[in-house]
């Protein structure tokens, strides 16, 4: 089942047709390979083309081995919209690289990627694996990247640890919605990409086309390494894609069907090649390359200038500057083929190695100390200590939580005792693993630049730092991973009171897997919360609960996740006394605080930094804030531990115990500094003790808001004030007064004469970045449903021309190439493959396309994929992902609210 990208379809009409199914289905054991030892087809390597990868080679601790090691290391991933054909082109990578016997299929989901049961039900990649495979000469670790938008912190957190990116595109769709969204990510890490323009058999393919919505639509310079081979059918006027030219060497190069495209055949390509035309555009792709590289590139200017002839500069010369304006991310080199049918993808792989960054040709990671110093990671040479990332943690039912790790400096050693700096906590390597296709190999170490699999680590989450036990540098983190808060929820509930704890236990082991899910316990209904970014995104968490971690619970309905928060920007509310006496477990409980709660200015979104609508102050948008403290913490979770866009001042000191003049005036000059003084006698708890019911009391007032019980978010609480009256002052009594206190503050929300929680409260709603591609005569039907029904503004509208979106805003000249489409109407290939046929040819004439960029309340996107369909006839498609919160109009918080409260 293919389900497409931003599809929040079912949401809830369909969910119990979906839990019915679940509860009715059988599950299997985990896949076989994940478990495999090491298997004979990897290990014998019968196939010809099988190169091993020898451990020895590549973990050697020999300096100058691991130095030749990380030169000839790629980490990249391939992003692309959902069905470009990501998992079919990694399949055919991995069998010409000898790691698998055969090539997987995803049309009958037996692709070793998509490893996961439910990757394989429903057609899709949700979980990114890290696979290792050699090609000549270099190891590639392939992270694979998810393409649906539930998963959008999948490919964050892909992208994060790459080097490079090959971006996948369907020459028959073009450059589409969600590709831009990924490309943009990809473009916010400074990742260098090269182009794979795939499903060029296809009826309706346009590899000319596509080259030109890369600049128009991405703005990006592409630059057109190959051509399609269209060669006529004989008898009818259609051609066949039957291989590329090579426009670096001069060559034609075609692949022989009987062995898989295992073997491919290379022909010189001059003037006494038989079918001119194809000579011809040859030629005229030689000279343009020749022009845009030597255009960019010293180097090739003076080539030129000596040869004076565009076809006599060397392939290697073009190649090595090719290299350059890749890495600078100043160009974006364009392939084409058809994985499907085995064209192209040898090439693919020569050119990551060629074109892609080794991990040392990436600019330093950055890390973060505890006083908020940067420092450059693996910059330091071979002496350096180790800094590793986990950016994946797998719970295995064998092996127990597999964390996938980038080292950054140093080298992590097997049984090697770690610092896990974001979480304080010591953890012990137990055994390293490298992932090959269908094997998994235990290592000794896993060195600088590459990535591993560490077993054995007990508290690791996706995010977190790792560093060497005795590496003094405690608080090092590098920077995390951006993780959005989660956006829907839906109750789970236990089957009975005894599997209430495997329950809990089980979400929460989701949880350090998928950051992006979180939990909560709702205080009023005593519900246990499951949050997470979009209805599949759930669904799949759910079903992991069931088949993975067996455990026996029921989801409930999908709801969207608001916040809440004061209303008017700037807005102070001040309780100066708050006092608190009540008796607590059959003692007399007290204590008095003052608190100020105001509410904070908007705040900046680490995300969109390098987007050019961000700074657009007609936004609707108050964007997450950004996380000063360098660490993912504060957006981890939706439990009481989250600061979740609120700020905590609770600064405490203590009473100096000299009671001479001079004493109290250094005593009073302390406590102006440094916060409430604590009169000495006034308490026995410490410190620390004191501060942590503090903070616990505002947490739990932040948890929930005075209009539907929604999480509070863009305050500030401040402590002002605290009297303490000796043992009555519990740690439960200050709590509990310092709850209320911030409540109250809440409630009144600078406006003490109303005390009206709806006037003083108002509701966010999460919004999202919303492109959506429909024909010409679409648009203003489009538009009009967006901005009128969906309550969306619309900031952009694109069209495929050259003067419309262009981002490229330098002085660089470049003459864009790209070559004429075929007319190719594919009668010849009624037998094409390709679920995805249906959702593309209907376009029609591509050219007629136009891209809107809106942002539009969540809620509105409820089954927009069924009311797009229906305005545009089928042809209109759109991809979203979420941008923070923005403030709901007060007609509409107000008919909510009557909603939910059921009156
Ligand atoms: P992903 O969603 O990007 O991983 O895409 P898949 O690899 O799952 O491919 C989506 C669909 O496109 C599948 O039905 C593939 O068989 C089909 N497909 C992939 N590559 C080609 C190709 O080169 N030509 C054709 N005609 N179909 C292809
Ligand atoms: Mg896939």
């Not at 394989?120 to 694996?129: C, F, V």
């Not at 008898?235 to 894609?241: E, S």
């Not at 003084?677 to 005075?706: E, F, M, Q, Y």
Request: charged share 25%; proline share 4%.
């Amino acid at each position: 089942m293919q389900v497409p990208a931003g599809t929040f379809r079912s949401a809830v009409r369909q969910s119990t047709a979906q839990f019915s199914r679940w509860s009715t289905c059988q599950f299997q054991q985990p896949q076989q390979h994940i478990h495999a030892k090491h298997s004979r087809a990897v290990t014998k390597g019968s196939h010809k083309a099988f190169m091993p990868v020898q451990s020895s080679r590549w973990y050697s601790s020999h300096s100058h081995k691991a130095d030749e090691a990380i030169k000839n290391a790629r980490n990249i991933g391939i992003i692309a919209h959902i069905d470009a054909g990501k998992t079919t082109t990694t399949e055919r990578m991995l069998h010409y690289a000898g790691f698998t016997r055969r090539i997987g299929d995803v049309d009958s989901g037996d692709t070793i990627m998509d490893y996961m049961k439910q990757e394989r039900e429903r057609g899709i990649t949700i979980t990114s694996a890290a696979i290792t495979f050699g090609w000549k000469d270099h190891r590639i670790n392939l992270i694979d990247t998810p393409g649906h938008v539930d998963f959008t912190i999948e490919v964050e957190r892909s992208i994060r640890v790459l080097d490079g990116a090959v971006t996948i595109l369907d020459a028959v769709a073009g450059v589409e919605a969600q590709t831009e969204t990924v490309w943009q990510q990809a473009a916010r890490q400074g990742i260098p990409r090269i182009a794979f323009v795939n499903k060029m058999d296809r009826a309706g393919a346009g590899f000319g086309r596509t080259v030109r919505e890369m600049r128009t639509r991405l703005g990006c310079r592409p630059v057109v390494l190959q051509i399609p081979l269209m060669e006529s059918l004989q008898g009818t006027n259609d051609t066949q894609f039957n291989g590329v030219v090579d426009v670096l060497t001069m060559e034609v190069l075609r692949w022989d069907s009987d062995s898989k495209g295992a073997k491919l055949v290379r022909l010189p390509l001059d003037s006494t090649y038989p079918d001119q035309e194809v000579y011809q555009e040859a030629v005229k792709a030689r000279v343009a390359l020749v022009e845009q590289i030597s255009a960019l590139d010293e180097n090739i200017i003076e080539l030129f200038l000596t040869l004076e002839d565009h076809m006599a500069i060397e392939a290697k010369d073009l190649q090595a500057a090719i290299r350059r304006l890749t890495l600078s991310s100043t160009i974006v080199p364009v392939l084409c083929g058809a994985s499907f049918r085995n064209i192209g993808v040898q090439p693919l792989m020569d050119s990551v190695v060629d074109y892609l960054p080794s991990p040392e040709e990436r600019p330093a990671a950055l890390g973060r100390m505890t006083d908020g110093k940067t420092v450059e990671i693996g910059s330091g040479g071979p002496k350096e200590r180790l800094c590793a990332l986990a950016f994946k943690v797998v719970h295995d039912a064998r092996r127990g939580p597999m964390v996938f790790v980038r080292v950054y400096a140093g080298q992590l050693n097997e049984r090697a005792q770690l610092w896990n700096s974001s979480t304080h906590t010591k953890e012990r390597a137990n055994k390293l693993l490298q992932m090959y296709a269908m094997d998994v190999e235990e290592i000794p170490h896993i060195t600088k630049g590459n990535i591993g699999v560490v077993l054995g680590l007990k508290d690791t989450r996706t995010g977190d730092t790792l560093l060497d036990a005795h590496d003094p540098r405690k608080g090092l983190a590098l920077s995390g991973i951006k993780v959005p808060s989660p956006v829907f929820f839906a109750s789970i509930e236990p089957m009975s009171t005894s599997d209430e704890k495997p329950v809990e236990e089980a979400i929460k082991a989701l949880i350090r897997e998928d950051p992006s899910l979180g939990m909560r316990v709702d205080e009023e209904t005593g519900q246990t919360l499951l949050g997470g970014m979009g209805e599949l995104h759930l669904e799949v968490a759910k079903e992991r609960l069931v088949s993975d971690f067996k455990v026996k619970a029921e989801m409930g309905r999908m709801r969207i996740s608001f916040k809440e928060t004061m209303r008017g920007a700037g807005v102070v509310s001040e309780v100066p006394a708050w006092e608190y006496d009540r008796e607590i477990l059959g003692k007399r409980g007290r204590a008095k605080v003052g608190v100020t709660v105001e509410r904070l200015e908007k705040f900046e979104d680490q995300g969109e930094e390098n987007s050019p609508e961000s700074s657009n102050s007609s936004s609707m948008i108050e964007s997450r804030k950004k996380n000063k403290k360098g660490s993912t913490d504060a957006n981890l979770h939706m439990g009481p531990e989250e600061y979740d866009g609120n700020e905590i001042i609770v600064s405490l000191a203590e009473q100096s115990p000299s009671t001479d003049e001079a004493g109290a005036l250094v005593a009073a000059e302390k406590a102006a500094a440094s916060g409430i003084v604590i009169p000495t006698g006034s308490t026995d708890l410490p410190i620390p003790v004191l501060r942590t019911s503090i903070k616990n009391g505002i947490l739990s007032a932040l948890s929930r808001g005075p209009l539907l019980g929604y999480a509070q978010t863009h305050l500030k609480v401040r402590l002002t004030d605290l009297h303490l009256f000796g043992g009555e002052s519990t740690p439960a009594a200050i709590s509990n007064c310092v709850a209320a206190a911030v409540t109250e503050a809440i409630r009144l929300g600078g406006n003490p004469s109303t005390g009206d929680s709806e006037n003083n409260s108002v509701l966010l709603e999460p919004i999202m970045d919303v492109r959506v591609e429909v024909a010409e005569k679409d648009v203003g039907t489009v538009i009009g449903d967006i901005s009128g029904t969906r309550r969306g503004r619309v900031l952009s509208l694109g069209q495929d021309d050259d003067s419309a979106t262009h981002q490229d805003e330098d002085e660089i000249e470049f003459q864009l190439y790209a070559p004429p489409d075929s007319t190719y109407t594919g009668s010849g290939s009624a037998n094409s493959p390709g679920g995805s046929s249906s959702s593309t040819s209907a376009v029609g004439t591509m050219s007629d396309r136009r891209s809107i960029r809106a942002q539009v309340p969540l809620s509105s996107m409820l089954g927009y994929d069924a009311a797009l369909r229906a305005l545009t006839g089928g042809t209109g498609k759109f991809a979203m992902e979420v941008i923070g919160y923005g403030e709901m109009d007060f007609d509409r918080q107000r008919d909510l609210i009557k909603e939910m409260r059921g009156g």
